[in-house]
Every structure is written in C-alpha cells, then in structure tokens.
C-alpha cells in the first residue's frame, strides 16, 4: 500500500511570496522560506536558531528593550495579530523600513506556542510618502481601514485635529493605490482667495481671468489618471461645492472661460477638521457632496489617543533630520518627558518639537532641558469659556467674522495656532482671515 508523505513545514511556507519567518517564545527562528533568507542575505544554516533581533536588527536584545514594541511580545501577550513599522537591516546592510504582520500559531487548546511573521519592504520613493509611522491600537485600527481602501477607486473623506497628518495619509492613499505612478495633486480650500479657487480647481481659457496671458491648466487636469487631495475642504464656498459635485459626478470639467468639456479620471481625497455633518445640518456644506465624498470616511486619531507612537515617531523624525539620527537613542528622561505631554498641537507640534531640541542640543546627546514644551493644557478655564463662546457664535451665525477671529486671537494671547483650534479652522485658514482683514 503506498503513502503519500506530506510537505513539511520548509516546504509549505517557501510557496509564500513574501518574506515570512516563525519564531518561538525565545525570539529564536525556527523556520523562514526562501524570500526571507534572500531579503535578509542569510542562508538556512546561518538562520535557524539565531535571534530574530539579530538577524533584523542587528542587535543583542528584544527591540522592547530598545524602546520599541515587540511583536513577539504583543502576539504573546495577547493572542491576537499585531501590524507594525520597524527599521530593518537588508542583505546589503543598509536600514530599510518594512511593514510586518505577526500572527500567533496556536495548539490544540488555544495556546499561543509561535508566531510567524510577514515582512514587507516599503518603498522609498516619493520622500516615503508611502510611509505612516504607529504600531498603537489606534494607529493599527486607522491603518487597516487605509489597507482596506488604498486599493480601490473609492471617494475618502478624512478626518481629524489640525497637525494629525491628513496629508501624509492621504498620500499614503495614492502611494498604495494602482494610481501611485500617476500625478498626486494638493489643493489646500483655505489658502485660496475665494475668487481664485475656481481657476485653480477647473483652469481657465487665455483672457478669462484677470492675469492669465496663457490658458491656465486646472489642479483635476494636472492631476488626471492620479488622486487629488484637496485639504480644508469645508472651507470651499457653496457655489463652488456645486461645480466640484457636477465634477465628480459627470466625470468632466470645463475650464473657466470655455466652451468644451474635457473628461477627467481623478481619485478624490478630501480632508477637514471641522465637524461636516454639523455643517450639513446647518447648510454651510452641500448634503449631496458630503455622501460623494464621505463613501469611506477615516477618522485620524489625535496624538494623545496613541501615546505609544510619540517615541517612534521621535526616532523617526530625528534619523530625517540633517544630523541623521546622531540622537538615538533617547534617554529614558528624554522619553518619560516627551510621553507626559499632550500635544494638542498634534504630531506637527511633535515634529516642531524635536526639530528645535535638535538645535538646541547642538552636537550633544538630547536632554530633558532641550525638549521645550508648551506649559499645560492648550485650554485654560478662561480658554475653554471661549472657545465655547465662539463654537456658539459659529453654529448661529456661520462662516467667521472679523469680531470671532479677534476674540480668538486675545483669548489665545496672539498665538494663532490656538486661536485657530478655537475657531475649529486650520492655522493656514485663519492666517487668510487675519490678512483679509488687516489684523495686525
């Protein structure tokens, strides 16, 4: 009687195209398939029972050790999957980012006895645009649903605080759809004067608007075939909210000035950091628009709703500074202060937080006295008073005026970026109010 032996363990996984590696409790590899052994440049006798921090990394301890998460550590601790971006070490010794999953391999009775572990190198075009940086609940729950939809040709409304990163996920967005090699177009709704959006949006024919000698190429036609972004878009005037829908639903525009419709093929990503549906209530936002948009909305997660992405976004931000990283790694007194703050400002203040302690640090290691954080809450008592004061003003009479934005700007001392939180307006939005008006 014959038998059929069956494929075993090596066998199996080398049919995975994708890098893939298991791993015991004792962050000890006890299997990888080809892709892994090529991606890393060590062949099966040189792998199999080394450390996976070593053979990644580079390193003699667990990456917890080193401040990061450890996903072996995750996957044990909990039973469940864990995401995550790291810094490997390819074959040619150079460091990479990569995204990996882990999943836990269990036994008959449910028990957790390995993981196995996907790797998938990020490319590095386009500045890392293809880039987010988390490994917190928060960011891991957002960045599957950015997984889920990257793909598709689908409208995607995003949504969040000022400084929370809508632009680099939106082009996150583009850099993994089937539309990365074509144009990613920015269109920010409260930069333009209200009179220039329309050119800027639809183009406009020679002699059509004041100071165009030459026809003028619209932001949908430069970014044809590609995804256009368009941030703060609740600020856009009504009557231009009605030409942007007749856009996208007839899939052609007409440049101002022109007779002839010219087809587009655009993916639209839209932003904002007010509250849409409360606007569309209130008809300061076209109903009709906001369910084109909205087929996917995505809510950004402030920063002091993922305090376990501060460090890594800290490492991240110094290894891209002129320096190169010369800081990490940070000192647990440096950490514990970064991780007691709230950023309201987001993961902008974060940034600008670090980009000055690297100034300030010079050719030193960063220390606590380098890290300048703004003193408290962003909301005092007083504050808080006022911006519920302003909120109430905005939802009777509106779009801002001229005695809200002063309001803001002495509740807040000057400072535009809080007074631009309390009107619910980007920085960028209010500094067009402040120079409309002539505010000093």
């Excluded at 996976?52 to 044990?76: K, Q, T």
């Excluded at 891209?320 to 950490?335: A, F, K, M, N, T």
């Excluded at 970026?417 to 209010?430: D, G, I, K, N, Y």
Aim: with cysteine; glycine share 6%; aromatic share 6%.
């Amino acid at each position: 009687m014959l038998t059929t032996k069956k494929p075993n363990c090596e066998q199996i996984i080398d049919l995975l195209p994708e890098p893939f590696v298991i791993i015991d409790r004792d962050y000890k590899i006890l299997a990888a398939n080809r892709a892994y052994r090529n991606h890393y440049g060590v062949e099966n006798d040189d792998l199999l029972g080394r450390h996976c921090y070593e053979v990644s990394h580079h390193a003699n301890a667990p990456c917890s050790e080193r401040g990061e998460l450890c996903p072996l550590e995750e996957v044990f601790n909990t039973g469940k999957p864990c995401q995550a971006i790291h810094r490997h070490h390819d074959k040619d010794n150079n460091e990479k980012y990569v995204r990996f999953q882990t999943i836990p391999i269990v036994d008959d009775d449910g028990e957790v006895m390995y993981i196995g572990k996907y790797v998938q190198a990020l490319s590095q075009a386009g500045k890392n645009a293809g880039l987010l940086v988390g490994r917190s609940p928060a960011f891991l729950q957002m960045s599957n649903l950015l997984q889920r939809v990257a793909p598709t040709q689908s409208a995607v409304l995003l949504l969040g605080e000022n400084g929370v990163g809508k632009g680099k996920v939106a082009a996150y967005i583009h850099f993994h759809s089937k539309r990365r090699n074509k144009p990613f177009v920015i269109m920010d709704g409260g930069m333009l004067d209200e009179n220039l959006i329309e050119s800027e949006l639809f183009g406009a024919e020679k002699g059509a608007v004041t100071g165009t000698n030459n026809c003028k190429i619209g932001l949908f036609e430069a970014a044809n075939g590609g995804t256009l972004f368009i941030d703060e878009i609740c600020e856009l005037p009504l009557s231009l909210q009605t030409k942007l829908l007749r856009a996208l639903e007839s899939g052609t525009i007409r440049r101002i000035g022109g007779n002839e419709y010219i087809n587009i093929d655009v993916r639209i990503i839209a932003a904002t950091n007010r509250d849409v549906q409360r606007m569309v209530a209130e008809g300061q936002f076209r109903q009709d628009l906001y369910y084109r948009l909205s087929a996917f909305p995505i809510h950004i997660p402030p920063l002091r709703n993922r305090r376990e992405d501060i460090i890594a976004l800290t490492e991240h931000f110094l290894t891209h500074q002129p320096e190169d990283g010369r800081h990490i790694p940070l000192s647990s007194e440096v950490i514990d202060k970064l991780l007691e703050h709230d950023f309201p400002g987001n993961i902008r203040e974060l940034r600008n937080t670090i980009e000055r302690a690297v100034i300030l640090a010079c050719d030193d290691s960063l220390a606590p006295t380098h890290i300048v954080l703004e003193e408290g809450n962003i909301f005092s008592n007083r504050q808080e008073k006022a911006r519920q004061a302003i909120e109430h003003l905005i939802q009777r009479r509106g779009r801002l005026t001229e005695q809200m934005v002063l309001d803001a700007l002495t509740q807040c001392d000057g400072h535009r970026a809080r007074a631009a939180q309390l009107l619910h307006v980007s920085e960028r939005t209010l500094y067009r109010h402040i120079k409309r008006l002539k505010i000093d």
